[in-house]
């Protein structure tokens, strides 16, 4: 694949929806990448990003009361074709069938299962008594600022903002006495508080509790204050009329912010101009890029290659026929995502890898 990242169509940002905005605090940058390429991952994403939209579809039919143990195995092969079926019209097969290559299969089955044993979340859907929205749109006046709350529950005296999680919900940290104290995911919180405000924006009135929810049935309340959320929201209104007007102005190096924990799995790093610099330094992103200046092939189809990367030679091996690295040349300027570490010198391909010829 070809890109040149001086040919990139840049946007003006319409909106920040409360699930990116975290991220968008993090590195502007990305989320501007990510509106010029439409949102479609320049990196091959993992299955198990895949089976997380089907986990969601399936624990909103269950609080809806809409799946029971009975019905659980055929709702789940319908999810699973559907997901299939949807990655096939967008041109994404290297993961297909999705049960061939997502580690674990079972147990993540048995775990969506389980959310209908003993759940309080069941019990939800039992109550005549409670509303349930399901992928309810909230947004501001404008729609500046607005996304998809997975699940809202109202009752007579108070009303839940739910989020479902495939992934840990919290991080430890060890505090001053040498504790260890688990805290939420800062990127979940923001979510949850700006969901909070944006549904105040439209019924005058703020949640009472706003929760997470994961694979494992483990459920979260999410402390916050209304002031919070006024704060989240004035801070993502700035920031979008911030970003917008470094777009127009194309000062593009004062919105990219490049670390390890920033950089490492973004998903449009092929394009960041910024990132390639930074990476001339920093060698724990199993990223190369580098001039190709040798090719061996072998009877199996395989291929090795070696880059100068820095001055210094460094060898990728083990480069399967499904990436055509025979169409490349000596002397193309290539970068290669999301390798293998091996040693020093030398890293391997696997299926999530990508290589893009770099035009300079």
């Not at 290559?101 to 008594?129: D, E």
């Not at 204050?225 to 004062?254: D, G, M, P, R, W």
Request: glycine share 4%.
């Amino acid at each position: 694949m070809c890109l040149s990242p001086s040919k990139i169509k840049y946007k003006q940002l319409t909106r920040i929806a409360p699930s990116h905005f975290y991220a968008m605090v993090q590195c502007p940058y990305k989320v501007v990448l990510a509106e010029a390429f439409d949102w479609r991952p320049l990196i091959p994403l993992s299955p198990n990003t895949y089976i997380g939209s089907v986990f969601h579809k399936l624990m909103e039919k269950i609080i809806k009361g809409k799946i029971s143990e009975e019905n659980f195995n055929e709702a789940w092969e319908s999810e699973i074709k559907s997901k299939e079926n949807e990655l096939r019209h967008e041109g994404i097969t290297f993961c297909l069938p999705l049960k061939k290559h997502i580690q674990n299969i079972g147990l993540k089955k048995i775990l969506i299962k389980n959310q209908l044993k003993n759940s309080p979340n069941t019990s939800i859907s039992k109550n005549k008594h409670i509303e349930i929205l399901s992928e309810k749109w909230l947004q501001n006046e404008n729609g500046t600022i607005g996304g998809m709350a997975d699940l809202i529950t109202k009752s007579v005296n108070s009303t839940s903002i739910w989020d479902f999680k495939t992934g840990k919900l919290t991080y430890n940290i060890v505090d001053e006495s040498g504790e260890i104290i688990s805290l939420v995911k800062d990127d979940y919180e923001y979510q949850l508080k700006l969901y909070a405000q944006l549904y105040f924006i439209n019924y005058k009135v703020y949640p009472d509790y706003l929760c997470l929810i994961d694979m494992n049935k483990k459920s979260i309340k999410i402390d916050f204050t209304y002031e919070e959320c006024q704060s989240l929201y004035k801070q993502a209104q700035n920031l979008l009329l911030e970003v917008n007007s470094n777009i127009q102005k194309s000062q593009f190096s004062i919105l990219a912010n490049c670390s390890i924990s920033n950089c490492r799995y973004c998903l449009y790093r092929p394009a960041c101009s910024f990132y390639h610099s930074w990476l001339q330094t920093n060698s724990q992103t199993n990223d190369v890029i580098g001039r190709l200046i040798n090719t061996k092939h072998f009877f199996n189809g395989n291929v090795n290659i070696t880059l100068e990367v820095n001055e210094r030679p460094i060898s990728i091996v083990e480069i399967a026929p499904s990436f055509a690295i025979e169409k490349y040349k000596i002397g193309d300027y290539l970068g290669f995502y999301g390798l293998k570490h091996k040693d020093e010198n030398t890293y391997s391909m696997n299926k999530y890898s990508c290589v893009y010829d770099m035009i300079q």
